[in-house]
């Protein structure tokens, strides 16, 4: 998971969302949306349910064109999504592919590359490896337990070096003690290849523990009501950290927030 070399260190945003609006014949979701995410920033988005989260990670993804606004990468305009942009989906059982191996699954954006077969065999189980999943290339999802499968589901996301990660609710559908473990996995990721991530949760916890800052919607249509800096430091600790009297303060007044609406 080494950060690839053929991208700058960017001193600016990685992403850039201007006054995105999204109208569907009978309403409004998204309006005026406008934030930036920096190298190596995790940004939470949360919000009252069924408010347009997910439509506005698929227009910053490239998979849902927005109505009017824009959304620019690395200083260029979206167009689909980009190869340096990866997304993880909250649905592991559906996003990997069952009858393929969990090698192939992972390699499946390098070899949408063009990446020669033996590079693709190499880049998956190093990849494998790092997320915790050594010698499992060989066996098929449904062999691996729902944690595991969502492990695959971020090496795939990892395997071609993105510099940005868009993950929608990704660790939604695990048992707890398992979605601690991925969180950790993803702030280590970050801390290992200074990937950026923009993630959406309903877990006001889950904001302030993974987020650099958290991003609350507000009612429909959906506009950005508050950004709150997580002044928590690194590392994390899912005991000390979400034990400490600042953590507590974070979400209660993340909490506040999404309470208004």
Same mark, same amino acid.
């Given at each position: 998971?080494?950060?690839?070399?053929?991208?700058?260190?960017?001193?600016?945003?990685?992403?850039?969302?201007d006054?995105?609006?999204?109208?569907?014949?009978?309403?409004?979701?998204?309006?005026d949306?406008?934030?930036?995410v920096?190298?190596?920033?995790?940004?939470?988005?949360?919000?009252?349910?069924?408010?347009?989260?997910?439509?506005?990670?698929?227009?910053?993804?490239?998979?849902?064109?927005?109505?009017?606004?824009?959304?620019?990468?690395?200083?260029?305009?979206?167009?689909?999504?980009?190869?340096?942009?990866?997304?993880?989906?909250?649905?592991?059982?559906?996003?990997l592919l069952?009858?393929?191996?969990?090698?192939?699954n992972?390699?499946?954006?390098?070899?949408?590359?063009?990446?020669?077969?033996?590079?693709?065999?190499?880049?998956?189980?190093?990849?494998?490896?790092?997320?915790?999943?050594?010698?499992? =290339?060989?066996?098929?999802?449904?062999?691996?337990?729902?944690?595991?499968?969502?492990?695959?589901?971020?090496?795939?996301?990892?395997?071609?070096n993105?510099?940005?990660l868009?993950?929608?609710e990704?660790?939604?559908?695990?048992?707890?003690?398992?979605?601690?473990?991925?969180?950790?996995?993803?702030?280590?990721?970050?801390?290992?290849?200074g990937?950026?991530?923009?993630?959406?949760?309903?877990?006001?916890?889950?904001?302030?523990?993974?987020?650099?800052?958290?991003?609350?919607?507000?009612?429909a249509?959906?506009?950005?009501?508050?950004?709150v800096d997580?002044d928590?430091?690194?590392?994390?600790?899912?005991?000390?950290?979400?034990?400490?009297?600042?953590?507590?303060?974070?979400? =209660?007044e993340?909490?506040?927030?999404?309470?208004?609406?």
């Amino acid at each position: 998971m080494a950060a690839d070399a053929s991208y700058p260190a960017e001193a600016t945003a990685v992403l850039a969302v201007d006054s995105l609006r999204m109208t569907y014949p009978t309403k409004t979701v998204l309006a005026d949306i406008s934030f930036e995410v920096r190298p190596a920033e995790i940004v939470c988005l949360v919000g009252p349910s069924g408010i347009g989260k997910t439509t506005l990670l698929r227009c910053l993804g490239g998979l849902q064109i927005a109505t009017t606004g824009s959304v620019r990468t690395h200083g260029s305009a979206l167009g689909g999504t980009p190869r340096h942009m990866s997304v993880v989906f909250q649905d592991y059982s559906r996003s990997l592919l069952p009858w393929m191996r969990v090698g192939a699954n992972v390699a499946l954006p390098l070899r949408a590359a063009g990446v020669g077969r033996s590079e693709r065999t190499r880049r998956a189980e190093q990849v494998l490896g790092e997320v915790g999943l050594e010698g499992t =290339s060989d066996m098929y999802p449904w062999q691996l337990s729902g944690g595991m499968q969502q492990r695959v589901a971020i090496a795939r996301a990892l395997v071609d070096n993105p510099r940005v990660l868009l993950m929608d609710e990704p660790f939604a559908s695990v048992d707890a003690q398992t979605r601690f473990e991925l969180e950790d996995l993803t702030l280590r990721i970050r801390a290992e290849t200074g990937v950026a991530a923009v993630l959406v949760t309903h877990d006001i916890d889950e904001a302030v523990y993974l987020g650099d800052r958290v991003l609350v919607l507000s009612g429909a249509p959906a506009t950005i009501a508050r950004s709150v800096d997580v002044d928590l430091g690194q590392p994390r600790d899912q005991l000390s950290t979400r034990a400490g009297h600042r953590f507590g303060e974070l979400r =209660s007044e993340v909490l506040r927030e999404i309470r208004r609406y």
